[in-house]
């Protein structure tokens, strides 16, 4: 008989920020523990996607700086999750490929859609980072598979190289692309997504598409929305806290105004003229616990009456982006967890066991 459960993964970007500033002390390291914590509290189990082209970066250029122990600080993450039961997954930002160290600063490319790269770089990025993060993982007594990627930037366009990537890799499940998203200056475009929010074998030619072959699952992150008050009422707080709330980040007080803001996602967020001005997707960043709980329950409600058995969603975090919203975190799953008594929280690795086992079919073309 089917769990008819809604299950949610809490699935986190751990990594430094995409322009390549910020310190993994302050960025992975300590909200990690912090989120960890919580999390415990709670009895959840959630799926870190560890940015490891950055880690590669660090160590080869070790004697630059701290960077040896940044990389070291990495390698300790890696170890708190393991050690704490948490799944740990693979996540690249392409644009540490290439990426220079002029005048004392760190200047990443503007490739930060992995399909940017060549066929060569592609393959060796996610060799050299899978079989690292596999080494690690190994080091630390972990018996994870790694069997789950997500994209970096939500980007990965063209698909066909790595299809052939994860199916030599064993990836049986990846995560990025957003139902309506485009971002031109990556080539990014997700306005043709066959599935909204259920799980997909897709094509290898386009990862937009449904395929007749079950090799990968694409999982589309779950879309929310803000009504015309949530809207203005989350304006109004970012103006205000940036004017009376400065908070001083230590770990990129010192960076220069143009490395901060490089950024090709920038105009990737829109505000429509309808009753969803602001069509995203659920996350915990930064943001308020009225916020968290005024999205997840418009997608609750999407996912709940969907038409599939298997009903899934994931809620995308960046720790990297938490500061002082941990007491928001806390409130928002100790919300989830008095009201929704149909929901339990699993793990990437939980969804491509279920796959496996036949628990979950994902949408096929049938022949």
């Keep these: 008989m089917m769990n008819n459960r809604i299950k949610i993964i809490l699935e986190d970007d751990n990594e430094i920020l995409g322009n390549g500033q910020g310190h993994p002390l302050r960025r992975q390291y300590l909200p990690t523990k912090r989120y960890i914590e919580i999390l415990n509290k709670y009895n959840i189990k959630a799926s870190f996607y560890i940015d490891i082209a950055h880690y590669l970066f660090l160590k080869k250029n070790e004697f630059f700086k701290d960077f040896k122990f940044q990389s070291q600080t990495i390698e300790e993450v890696i170890k708190m999750l393991s050690e704490s039961g948490m799944d740990v997954q693979v996540h690249l930002h ?7 160290i002029k005048n004392n600063e760190i200047y990443v490319t503007n490739k930060w859609n992995i399909g940017q790269l060549t066929k060569s770089e592609q393959i060796e990025l996610f060799n050299n980072g899978y079989d690292q993060l596999q080494s690690l993982l190994v080091k630390f007594g972990s018996n994870i598979t790694l069997n789950s990627f997500k994209a970096g930037s939500w980007g990965l366009q063209p698909f066909d190289t790595l299809y052939e990537i994860f199916k030599e890799k064993g990836i049986k499940l990846v995560m990025g692309p957003i139902k309506g998203l485009r971002v031109k200056n990556l080539n990014v475009d997700y306005t043709d997504l066959e599935s909204e929010f259920y799980p997909y074998y897709t094509s290898k030619n386009d990862i937009n598409k449904i395929s007749k072959h079950n090799d990968i699952v694409v999982l589309p992150m779950t879309p929310t929305f803000l009504n015309w008050k949530d809207l203005i009422r989350y304006v109004l707080e970012m103006k205000f806290n940036s004017f009376f709330k400065k908070i001083n980040e230590l770990d990129i007080a010192f960076i220069p105004d143009s490395i901060k803001k490089n950024s090709p996602l920038i105009g990737k967020d829109k505000v429509n003229i309808s009753l969803k001005p602001f069509k995203t997707h659920l996350k915990i960043n930064y943001q308020k616990y009225w916020y968290l709980k005024n999205t997840f329950k418009r997608s609750y409600k999407l996912i709940k009456k969907s038409k599939y ?9 960046h720790t990297k982006d938490f500061r002082n919203n941990f007491e928001d975190i806390d409130k928002f799953l100790n919300y989830l967890n008095k009201n929704y008594s149909d929901i339990e929280f699993v ?16 949408l096929i073309i049938n022949d």
């Design 94 to 100: 392409s644009q540490w490929i290439n990426a220079e």
């Design 309 to 317: 058995d298997y009903k899934l969603m994931v809620i995308e975090t």
């Design 347 to 362: 793990t990437s690795s939980r969804v491509v066991n279920d796959i496996e086992k036949n628990i979950l079919t994902p």
